[in-house]
């Protein structure tokens, strides 16, 4: 009899192992599939959604959120530097939300786990900035902090040709990906 409890223990902790190697096989991601999420980002960016939506939209699915309608709501209020207010910026932001779930805690009192959420954001942001020299929208483009009108410019071929919002989408779904596939 302990024997075959043994025998059940151990077949019970390799279907275990072998979960967990599938699991993390799924998490990995090879170099064209980011990039088949970068291109879907620079997509969505192009059809009229702002930065921080198509970062994160091309993205959510990866944690389950199905809905791109829902994704692209979550996301909508970051663009423009947070609400066109050219601060941090959206894409960044984007690439923050991402962040939240890969490992953010659900916890209220979960100090480790804010603590490596946190870290993972710091990674990302120093990345971020590191590869676009800053992570405030008005210093990306160009263009000197002054109170903004939360109307959008309108999306034209001189809009995107100025602008160097897809770069930074790209960039920021990339380093998010590339990140999480360590």
């Known amino acids: 009899l302990s024997f075959s409890i043994v025998i059940v223990f151990y077949l019970v902790g390799l279907v275990v192992l072998v979960g967990l ?20 980002a620079i997509a969505l960016f192009k059809q009229g959604f702002n930065c921080s939506q198509a970062v994160f939209a091309a993205c959510a699915d990866i944690y389950g959120i199905e809905d791109e309608t829902l994704a692209l709501r979550l996301a909508a209020s970051f663009g423009g ?10 894409a960044a932001c984007g690439m923050f939300m991402l962040a939240g779930l890969e490992n953010g805690s659900a916890t209220p009192h979960d100090a480790q786990g804010k603590m490596q959420n946190y870290a993972l954001v ?6 971020f900035k590191q590869e676009n020299g800053s992570l405030i929208c008005s210093e990306l483009l160009g263009i000197a902090p002054k109170p903004q009108n939360p109307t959008p410019a309108p999306r034209t071929e001189e809009y995107y040709q100025k602008r160097p ?8 779904v990339r380093i998010f990906l590339s990140k999480k596939s360590k």
């Open 81 to 90: 530097g947070i609400g066109r207010m050219r601060q941090t910026c959206g």
């Open 21 to 40: 190697v599938e699991l993390d096989k799924q998490t990995k991601m090879t170099d064209q599939e980011i990039q088949k999420r970068v291109e879907r």
């Open 122 to 127: 710091q990674e990302l942001a120093a990345d």
């Open 165 to 172: 919002c897809a770069e930074m989408v790209a960039s920021a």
